[in-house]
């Protein structure tokens, strides 16, 4: 059975940075490729950042150059580096791997606010 999880999601003051994890079980995770998407209250969800089973990565316009998605496929996790957070980035954050299908995570909660 495959299982997606996200990890890493709290309250932190604009400025700062905190790191997202997802794990998945049950694939065969380097032929994957894993996305993180967010959606805030009353908007639609929205690309955050794709990164495919190379490693080759692309962000949405919102994130570009205060994101970096990186990928450990020993250890089956896509981590999620956040810096520079706006009270704008705080949103329930999803993960989602592509193999075989498409797999979805419960989603991780990002605060930002001071």
């Known amino acids: 059975q495959v299982q997606v999880v996200e990890s890493g999601g709290g309250l932190v003051q604009p400025g700062g940075s905190l790191n997202l994890s997802c794990t998945a079980s049950g694939i065969t995770f380097e032929y994957s490729s894993v996305g993180w998407y967010r959606q805030a209250p009353g908007k639609q969800r929205e690309l955050v950042a794709i990164i495919d089973l190379r490693g080759k990565t692309i962000y949405g316009d919102a994130v570009q150059g205060r994101f970096t998605a990186s990928r450990d496929n020993a250890k089956s996790t896509v981590t999620l580096q956040m810096n520079s957070l706006e009270p704008e980035d705080t949103a329930l954050y999803y993960c989602?791997?592509?193999?075989?299908?498409?797999?979805w995570g419960q989603g991780t909660q990002v605060t930002v606010s001071s």
């Open positions: 989602s791997v592509h193999w075989e299908s498409i797999y």
